[in-house]
């Protein structure tokens, strides 16, 4: 019987003693180095979000979260409050929520979670150069607003690795 309690942890102390798993992406080699302009995240005008902007700080997060992927990651992304701080040949990045639902219930589901889509785009004057869209989902927190603030942080760290391969 001790001997097969001995067999037993020994086969599985042996599995966690390999390599730890690398804590994140990447960002390609090949990724581009241009200057880029971040302005304020908004809120799609089709959306009734008006107790989402009193009570969660959505936006600030998902900008954080983009500029914070930036630093960390030595990308060349800058912050700018309006459009009139930029030139009309540098390339923008515009950040907009195309839909939010704070509250989704599922199936056998204990409460609630959260879905927002999220949708860059990487301009140029008037010309759309490159754009993303993407549903991200958070069953993870107790409150709507700290669900939504995963989700804008997960969408930040998502567009600014986008914006990083992708060629404007």
Known sequence: MKRIIFLISVLIF????????IAGRKIEENRNTELLYLIPA???????VSKIEKECSMLLS?????????????????YR???????????VL??????????????F???????ATVKAEIVRGSEVIDITSKRIGSGVAFGA?????????SGGTYIAK???????
């Open 81 to 91: 409050e309006d459009l009139s701080e930029v030139d009309e040949d540098q390339s």
């Open 14 to 21: 042996s599995g966690c003693s390999g390599n730890p798993p």
């Open 145 to 153: 607003c700290d669900r939504l603030e995963k989700i804008a942080v």
């Open 162 to 168: 986008w914006a990083a391969n992708s060629s404007y």
């Open 109 to 115: 589901a204990v409460r609630p979670s959260s879905v």
């Open 62 to 78: 998902l900008t954080d979260s983009v500029l914070a992927y930036a630093n960390d990651n030595s990308l060349n992304i800058e």
């Open 94 to 107: 515009r950040i907009e929520y195309e839909e939010i639902i704070p509250h989704q219930w599922r199936p």
């Open 42 to 48: 908004k809120f799609s005008d089709n959306l009734s």
